[in-house]
């Protein structure tokens, strides 16, 4: 009787992914044509696109060599080669009743087997007996040919194009199919010869279209990806986005060269001139020079956002009154197109100087009496509440960190204006500014450059990486500004979960880290948690019931030093645990835990840790396991040399770690835990832990306790992994 897996093994292509070249194949082109897409929406689009087509491939047994996606504002499109013409054949099993039922006790088969036979299709004979958990049951085990492959597409297609998601899609006809925007056409082949698949109500052809200008309007017909790519380039589009970046830079590289210029790099920008053209064309334009006035994140960041140009720099990193823009046509008189650009930016710049100068007119000093009318969060107040918390913990951590009265003042005077800004016109229009702004605006009004350093840099860094803040009081406010957020919404109860931070605080979390670690910051950072904590209550903001508040908060930073650990420093995860678990959670200084880390991770490499380890282990787990009255070890009652070895071993390198470790020389402490290994060892071949006597067992067990004891004060060691065991 064949075995399924037999069965398997006995037909081509059974388990592969990728169609064996002797096997007849194909190339399937798809093609979604439709309203023009933001630009946003094109490269996760034609990553979710290929992602499902090669998952819905592989789920029908459809084999292939290659996936595929190119796309453009009015097209996503799919190309696989290779496609086999047929499905792969798969072993089909379906249970039937138990072998009890299906055969009686001579072993001859009940009507319960033939009835099932006769449904699957396949002779009593042919049936086969398994194990499985609920005992013996008979199976129908069949070989089931793979379908033409034009048969599944015909099903698949649909499904792959209606599944595509996007962050926000719409209705555009009765059909009730949602996509990003209104499909105008598609086209589907294989072989060569039109798929007749059909999606809101648009039937497929093997025609596309060309650029809205270039193209002249005029379908083309296609044979496959080949031809489609070439037809669509003689009618101006470029499909292939990958092309059209190099395109991109290698027209804006030309423009520098001629001009001398540098470009602002800046690849958001870069994607969405890809992504917002199907031909790109490069120009440079100018803007009058009297807006250079106004600062150069003001215009940098107007023409960015507003029209999506790229700024340019001299050799002394200064703004110029010149920009790229990449269009979307190419016309003759390329002067036109430039013209355009030129006055539709002078009038965001205008706009621009306007809220500058107007700005100015307030100082932040007015500004910051008015956030008392704007909303940080319904559970915790104002702006004015926030930016108060601020300023007293950043009072708390300059005095922390040992810094003078004359510079506390700089601190607290830098958090009491930090959020004034954000009444500003210029932040109102561009929000990615804030902070910034306000330096410039404290500037203005001859504010201490300390202090319009440290708000001009206190949101820094803006990601999980880039700079962090530069200066003494920059970092100082920084910290106070995202500690305080942290220990405000977890006090409310509003903590990040799985994928959710609605609030950022996972970034604000590792923007501590690194300020603390980089900057070489000396913190009580667990104290600092619990001052934080209790600014916040002491505001009125009422607690969420049931948290233990200050361990989360600091579980949560514990979290982002792992994370900071592992990618920054390559250090290994149980390094970085066993030092975090020895950690006093009311008071820590992440600068020293960083140094234990550094110095654990280091000795790892030595060939004798290892086999420490394995001594370390055995006694932390026979001190765990066991009960005895810990007391102190009498050497009276030693037996075997051993024991006295590790007593006097223990003894010496227990005085020369507690000095090293108070030094912060941490290396040298650990060289007296690897030293420590010939006495372990010497002990546990020669000596029995559990024995009768009572005394000398309690005797033994103590010593070792005093060992784990020992290895302990360093890190908890019970959470390095054993590399190999």
């Known amino acids: 009787m064949a075995k399924a897996e037999t069965l398997a093994k006995k037909k081509p292509g059974a388990g592969k992914t990728k169609v064996p070249a002797s096997v007849e194949s194909a190339e399937l082109l798809l093609e979604i044509g439709m309203e023009e897409l933001p630009y946003q929406f094109i490269?996760?689009?034609?990553?979710?696109?290929?992602?499902?087509?090669?998952?819905?491939?592989?789920?029908?047994?459809?084999?292939?060599?290659?996936?595929?996606?190119?796309?453009?504002?009015?097209?996503?499109?799919?190309?696989?080669?290779?496609?086999?013409?047929?499905?792969?054949?798969?072993?089909?099993?379906?249970?039937?009743?138990?072998?009890?039922?299906?055969?009686?006790?001579?072993?001859?088969?009940?009507k319960a087997a033939t009835g099932f036979a006769a449904g699957q299709g396949i002779a009593v004979k042919d049936l086969h007996v398994r194990q499985t958990p609920k005992g013996e049951y008979v199976f129908a085990v069949k070989w089931e040919e793979g379908r033409p492959t034009k048969t599944v597409l015909i099903e698949l297609l649909p499904q792959l194009v209606t599944k595509l998601s996007f962050p926000k899609t719409m209705k555009w006809n009765d059909t009730g199919v949602r996509f990003a925007r209104p499909i105008r056409w598609l086209l589907a082949l294989y072989a060569g010869h039109v798929l007749p698949i059909e999606v809101a109500g648009i039937k497929a052809s093997d025609r596309t279209w060309g650029h809205r200008v270039h193209g002249k309007g005029k379908g083309l017909t296609v044979r496959d990806f080949e031809s489609y790519c070439k037809a669509l380039e003689r009618h101006g589009v470029v499909p292939d986005q990958d092309r059209r970046r190099n395109m991109v830079d290698e027209q804006i590289a030309a423009l520098c060269?001629?001009?001398?210029?540098?470009?602002?790099?800046?690849?958001?920008?870069?994607?969405?001139?890809?992504?917002?053209?199907?031909?790109p064309y490069s120009i440079i334009g100018n803007f009058k020079p009297a807006y250079l006035e106004v600062p150069q994140e003001v215009l940098i960041t107007a023409m960015k956002e507003h029209q999506g140009f790229f700024s340019l720099m001299n050799r002394m990193k200064e703004l110029v009154p010149h920009f790229i823009a990449v269009a979307n046509i190419r016309l003759k008189d390329m002067a036109l197109i430039r013209e355009g650009n030129e006055r539709v930016l002078a009038a965001r710049l205008a706009d621009a100087k306007f809220f500058y100068d107007e700005d100015r007119k307030i100082t932040?000093?007015?500004?910051?009496?008015?956030?008392?009318?704007?909303?940080?969060?319904?559970?915790?107040?104002?702006?004015?509440?926030?930016?108060?918390?601020?300023?007293?913990?950043?009072?708390?951590i300059a005095e922390w960190l040992g810094l003078q009265d004359p510079f506390i003042r700089t601190c607290r005077r830098a958090a009491e204006l930090c959020k004034a800004d954000l009444l500003s016109g210029i932040v109102g229009e561009f929000p990615t500014l804030q902070g910034i702004m306000g330096g410039y605006y404290a500037k203005h009004d001859k504010e201490n450059p300390e202090v319009c350093t440290a708000i001009s840099q206190h949101y820094l860094p803006r990601a999980?990486?880039?700079?962090?803040?530069?200066?003494?009081?920059?970092?100082?406010?920084?910290?106070?500004?995202?500690?305080?957020?942290?220990?405000?919404?977890?006090?409310?109860?509003?903590?990040?979960?799985?994928?959710?931070?609605?609030?950022?605080?996972?970034?604000?979390?590792?923007?501590?880290?690194?300020?603390?670690?980089?900057?070489?910051?000396?913190?009580?950072?667990?104290?600092?948690?619990?001052?934080?904590?209790?600014?916040?209550?002491e505001g009125g903001v009422k607690a969420a019931p049931g948290t233990d508040g200050h361990r989360r908060v600091v579980e949560f930073l514990f979290e982002r030093v792992r994370h900071y650990g592992r990618t920054t420093h390559s250090f290994r995860d149980d390094v970085i645990n066993a030092v975090l678990h020895a950690a006093d959670k009311q008071s820590f200084?992440?600068?020293?835990?960083?140094?234990?880390?550094?110095?654990?991770?280091?000795?790892?490499?030595?060939?004798?840790?290892?086999p420490l380890m394995v001594g370390f282990k055995r006694a932390h787990r026979l001190t765990e396991k066991e009960q005895w009255d810990h007391k102190s070890v009498d050497p009276a009652l030693f037996q075997h040399p051993a024991e006295s070895e590790l007593h006097s071993v223990f003894q010496a390198h227990q005085r020369r770690m507690t000095d090293r470790m108070k030094a912060g020389e941490y290396g040298e402490a650990l060289d007296s835990l690897v030293a420590l290994k010939p006495a372990i060892d010497g002990f546990?071949?020669?000596?029995?832990?559990?024995?009768?006597?009572?005394?000398?067992?309690?005797?033994?067990?103590?010593?070792?306790?005093?060992?784990?004891?020992?290895f302990m004060s360093f890190a908890d060691f019970s959470h390095i992994v054993v590399q190999g065991s």
């Open 464 to 537: 999980m990486e880039g700079d962090i803040p530069s200066g003494s009081a920059s970092q100082v406010l920084s910290i106070a500004d995202r500690l305080d957020s942290i220990a405000a919404f977890f006090h409310v109860g509003i903590v990040p979960s799985g994928s959710e931070d609605p609030f950022a605080l996972r970034r604000h979390a590792t923007a501590i880290v690194r300020i603390v670690l980089e900057a070489g910051l000396r913190l009580d950072l667990g104290r600092l948690v619990e001052r934080a904590r209790t600014i916040v209550a």
């Open 43 to 110: 490269p996760p689009a034609l990553a979710s696109l290929k992602d499902s087509a090669e998952a819905l491939l592989k789920e029908h047994r459809l084999l292939y060599q290659t996936v595929r996606t190119v796309g453009t504002p009015r097209r996503l499109a799919l190309a696989v080669s290779g496609l086999a013409a047929r499905q792969a054949g798969t072993v089909k099993e379906t249970m039937g009743p138990s072998k009890a039922v299906a055969f009686d006790q001579t072993g001859q088969p009940t």
């Open 589 to 610: 200084d992440l600068v020293d835990l960083f140094a234990k880390m550094k110095a654990l991770q280091s000795v790892t490499a030595q060939r004798d840790f290892d």
């Open 364 to 396: 932040l000093a007015e500004r910051a009496k008015k956030l008392s009318q704007v909303t940080f969060h319904q559970k915790l107040g104002t702006m004015a509440q926030k930016q108060d918390r601020v300023a007293k913990l950043t009072v708390a």
């Open 684 to 710: 546990f071949a020669a000596v029995m832990v559990n024995v009768d006597d009572p005394a000398l067992r309690s005797n033994r067990l103590s010593l070792l306790k005093d060992v784990d004891n020992f």
């Open 257 to 279: 060269k001629k001009t001398g210029y540098r470009l602002s790099v800046d690849q958001d920008l870069l994607e969405q001139a890809v992504f917002t053209t199907e031909c």
